[in-house]
């Protein structure tokens, strides 16, 4: 462990990533001062445009817990225990994400899980949280953090000493080090852009709370998280050109047709639809791969800095938190800063790579495959050999949400493992899966977990 008296650690973004990692750092007894580029959150209205709830996991809860927050973070909590699928004709089905009652994951609001992370780090004496603060740069060469003060617009330097950076996917602390050749980074955009709804409690009227809430349309999808006030937030994922894109959308009466055409149960959700449409910012949403994530020992990248995914995993803040952990636990194992670092890198690299390829590939799981019956088939089979096998078969799905035990990496590998088996093992319509091939394939091919 860290002795107390070290000097102190800077964390660039107080967002998710760097409010939590500050009270793992403080727990530890490092101190610690957070820069933050937005107003106290205590005090300010929060910011429009990011995304307003998020589906926390087992992964995330982990972290939390071993912040000692948990207790905390627990009223904040609606559990979704599956996707309420919302087909063109109005019918719903609910499909569930696991088969035990504790394989639910959580809706909570960005917002208050900031708000508290950052309130429980504040409680610390060595943690001291500076708002307003804007990074501007980083200058590894002559040791130093170009910072600017919003509320005077001063400009000044803070050595680097080291520096954490959480400051997000467009970090500037990345942008540094990018500048200056220490890093090499690309960004892959996603040619699909997103735009959030209120739903508010009074027009919510009969939409299941304990669900995630999905209008699969082939290219395109709704969806819907519950908040704790009884409202949900709607994102709409749709592309940014084309016949049906958000280009298209560019007037009332289109924004309001394309609605009555492919989601008209969502319809009378959002009585003030083209209002929201045109007054609501259309985000962007990209993959970044950055490499290496360190310099020696002065600066490290950490959660979307590091490695930004699209959110149809929900799993780039559970990443996030993740790093966080395992950040605090190398801590406690490697003495110095540029060890650290390095072995961060090590461990995190494979499994974020691997959350960032899997994020991918739900969104045409979630937009597609929830409505096509070979899909659902291979689902009930996954379901029934998780039943039979539980120590060697676990759907990919659970192993990324529920089972933080399993790095992504050996969820990405064993998750292909098991597609082949199923496409195997299936059917067809009608048919019934061979129960005497299952045993064989899988003690053959997935050797127990580990
Ligand atoms: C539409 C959408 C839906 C999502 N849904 C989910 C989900 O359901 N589940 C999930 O796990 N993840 C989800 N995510 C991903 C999740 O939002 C991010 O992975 C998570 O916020 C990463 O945390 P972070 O702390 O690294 O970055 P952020 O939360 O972005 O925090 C960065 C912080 O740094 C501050 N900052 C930025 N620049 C500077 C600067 N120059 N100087 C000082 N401070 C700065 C920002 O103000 C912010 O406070 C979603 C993302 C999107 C876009």
């Known amino acids: 462990m860290s002795a107390p008296g070290t000097a102190s650690v800077n964390i660039v973004g107080a967002g998710l990533a760097g409010a939590l990692l500050a009270l793992l750092f403080a727990r530890r007894g490092l101190a610690v001062t957070l820069y933050e ?9 929060p910011e429009r445009g990011r995304s ?73 004496a060595r943690v001291s949280v500076r708002f ?36 997000g996917a467009g970090s500037a602390v990345r942008g540094g080090l990018a500048a200056a050749g220490l890093t090499r980074v690309r960004e892959e955009w996603l040619d699909h852009d997103y735009k959030e709804l209120t739903i508010l409690p009074a027009s919510a009227g009969a939409l299941e709370r304990h669900a995630l809430h999905i209008w699969p349309r082939g290219g395109f999808m709704l969806i819907a998280l519950p908040n704790t006030d009884g ?8 592309a940014r050109n084309g016949s049906q894109s958000f280009a298209a959308l560019d007037q009332p009466r289109a924004v309001l047709e394309f609605f009555q055409r492919e989601f008209a149960d969502a319809l009378p959700l959002v009585p003030d639809l083209p209002k929201q449409f045109a007054s609501h910012p259309q985000g962007q949403l990209a993959t970044v791969h950055a490499a290496p994530w360190h310099t020696d020992g002065q600066v490290l990248l950490l959660g979307d800095a590091a490695h930004a995914i699209v959110p149809f995993h929900g799993q780039g803040m559970n990443a996030a938190f993740e790093d966080c952990s395992v950040l605090g636990a190398t801590l406690d194992r490697v003495p110095d800063w540029p060890a650290r670092f390095a072995e961060f890198e090590r461990l995190r690299r494979p499994n974020t790579a691997a959350i960032a390829q899997m994020a991918l590939e739900n969104y045409v799981e979630m937009r597609d495959a929830v409505l096509d019956s070979g899909f659902l088939r291979r689902k009930a089979i996954a379901m029934e050999l998780e039943r039979r096998f539980p120590d060697r078969f676990i759907p990919r799905y659970s192993m990324v949400m529920f089972h933080p035990e399993i790095p992504y990496g050996e969820a990405l590998r064993r998750g292909a493992l098991q597609a082949q088996l199923l496409a195997e093992l299936d059917p067809g319509e009608n048919g019934t899966a061979d129960a005497v091939l299952a045993e064989k394939l899988i003690s053959e091919r997935l050797p127990p977990l580990g």
Request: charged fraction near 25%; hydrophobic fraction near 40%.
């Open 37 to 45: 580029r937005r107003p106290d959150p205590r005090q300010a209205t």
């Open 52 to 124: 307003i709830n998020l589906a926390l996991a087992a992964r995330g809860m982990r972290a939390l817990e071993q912040a000692g927050v948990m207790e905390r973070v627990r009223p904040l909590l609606i559990p979704m225990r599956g996707r309420m699928v919302h087909e063109r004709s109005g019918a719903t089905t609910l499909q569930p994400y696991g088969q035990r009652p504790h394989e639910v994951i959580w809706s909570v609001g960005r917002a208050d899980l900031n708000r508290v992370l950052i309130e429980e780090a504040a409680l610390h």
């Open 132 to 167: 307003s603060q804007q990074c501007r740069g980083v200058d590894v060469r002559g040791d130093s953090l170009a910072m600017r003060d919003l509320s005077s617009g001063r400009e000044y330097q803070v050595a680097l000493a080291p520096t954490i950076a959480t400051d």
């Open 231 to 238: 409202s949900f937030t709607a994102t709409l994922f749709l």
